[in-house]
Nanobody, 126 residues
């Protein structure tokens, strides 16, 4: 059974930093797409950043470029999201996701991701 566990959320003041972590277990295939999504109250879930663990391109939403960094550790099946210069608009529930369908590229479409973490809350106060 494949499981994704995301963690690292919390409450910070504007300008602060957080590091989110995601651990995937239950499978051995390492070349796949992993990503971070977020959903704020009243808004649709949106892709924040994605990374192909086989060395493909990295995607960032325009709203987080220059502030967030996605990285992975293939040997540990982990993905991270370093969040710096946080803004109140970053407040949302953040979800780790993986596409284990076998495709060799990343999509930012929510439905293409096959496995999801439970979500971790990030709250940024002004």
């Amino acid at each position: 059974q494949v499981q994704l566990m995301d963690s690292g959320g919390g409450s910070v003041q504007a300008g602060g930093s957080l590091r989110l972590s995601c651990t995937a277990s239950g499978y051995t295939y390492r070349r796949h797409c992993m990503g971070w999504f977020r959903q704020a109250p009243g808004k649709e879930r949106e892709a924040v950043a994605t990374i192909y663990t086989g060395g493909g391109s990295i995607y960032y939403a325009d709203s987080v470029k220059g502030r967030f960094t996605i990285s992975h550790d293939s040997a540990k099946n982990m993905v991270y999201l370093e969040m710096n210069s946080l803004k109140p608009e970053d407040t949302a529930t953040y979800y780790c996701a993986a596409d284990l369908s076998g495709r060799h590229f990343c999509s930012v479409t929510t439905r293409t991701f096959t496995n999801w973490g439970q979500g971790t809350q990030v709250t940024v106060s002004s």
